[in-house]
């Protein structure tokens, strides 16, 4: 009996392969492929064959944040334009304990999350279905396409002077700007993630005898999902960007009124702290709507 070469039998052979694998930890960090991205022959080009890349991720926040410190310690910016860490820390803490005009802060944060997200709702359950019949009628796309495509280019600022002379200064007004902010994003997300499917999945469930309601839930919305959530995540990253301004219009609660406040009395570390704080949440709505997509539209990407 002949030896394999190098001495070496299939066993040991798929021992020493299984022995190459890169840890789990250097997969998380986007320093090696993973199993989804090991088997793709085609990287440039391919978007499902980047990895996460999260190690470069922790380099760039902590570049930043010892920039931050480095400016700031040695004067090189004056602390009315950023302050310390110290300063932040100092009215963080106040913050925490006192709250913001005899309001505490967990109530301005608690306010403008829940401002985001009913315009975003709103927007959502009005907009998808607007999308939905735009792509498959002539009739809706012909009576609403002149005015999405009209308002989509304008800014939701823009539209605050009318607002206040229609609705006032309550808290209708304020929903009603993020509401529109969010409202034309779903409808052209929507309409998009209908155009985008293709005949031939329609042709086929015609041909196995689907109906018109069949073909809607089975074919076109699950085609339609991903083009949806990415406008939902987009819409969201608007209104955070708007909250601000809505908060604008006589409020007395809300990080946005909380950062144009500070500003007026030059308290720039309570400015960064109401930035910081809006980040935070967006970034965190942003990574559950990625892990709810990945729950929920598990085919994207994948033909």
Not at 8 to 27: I, N
Not at 185 to 194: D, L
Not at 217 to 232: C, D, M, S, W
Request: charged residues 15%; hydrophobic residues 50%; positive net charge.
């Amino acid at each position: 009996m002949t030896d394999t070469p190098n001495g070496a039998g299939p066993e040991s052979r798929l021992v020493v392969a299984e022995q190459k694998q890169p840890s789990a930890l250097m997969m998380w960090l986007g320093l090696a492929d993973n199993s989804f991205t090991r088997q793709k022959t085609v990287k440039f080009g391919d978007p499902t064959a980047v990895n996460s890349g999260r190690l470069y991720s922790f380099i760039t926040v902590i570049l930043l944040l010892l920039l931050w410190w480095v400016t700031t310690s040695n004067g090189w910016v004056k602390p009315i334009y950023w302050p310390s860490y110290e300063a932040v820390g100092n009215r963080l803490t106040k913050l925490w304990e006192q709250g913001f005009r005899n309001v505490p802060l967990w109530d301005h944060v608690y306010i403008s999350v829940q401002r985001v997200l009913t315009g975003v709702f709103f927007g959502a359950i009005i907009g998808i279905p607007l999308g939905f019949a735009m792509g498959l009628s002539s009739v809706a796309r012909g009576l609403f396409d002149p005015i999405v495509e009209f308002m989509r280019p304008i800014p939701p600022l823009a539209l605050i002077p009318l607002i206040i002379l229609w609705l006032g200064i309550d808290e209708t007004a304020k929903i009603t700007l993020l509401f529109l902010a969010a409202l034309f994003i779903m409808i052209i997300a929507a309409r998009s993630g209908v155009s985008g499917v293709k005949i031939s999945k329609v042709h086929a469930a015609y041909s196995l005898g689907a109906s018109k309601f069949q073909v809607l839930k089975n074919v076109i919305l699950p085609n339609a999902l991903p083009e949806i959530f990415t406008g939902i995540r987009t819409a969201m990253g608007v209104c955070w960007g708007t909250v601000v301004a809505a908060e604008l219009v006589a409020a007395e609660k809300g990080v946005g009124s909380m950062i144009m406040i500070a500003k007026n009395f030059l308290q720039t570390d309570t400015v960064v702290i109401g930035i910081i704080i809006i980040g935070i949440i967006g970034y965190t709505i942003e990574m559950l709507m990625r892990l709810l997509e990945r729950w929920l539209i598990p085919w994207r990407g994948k033909g």
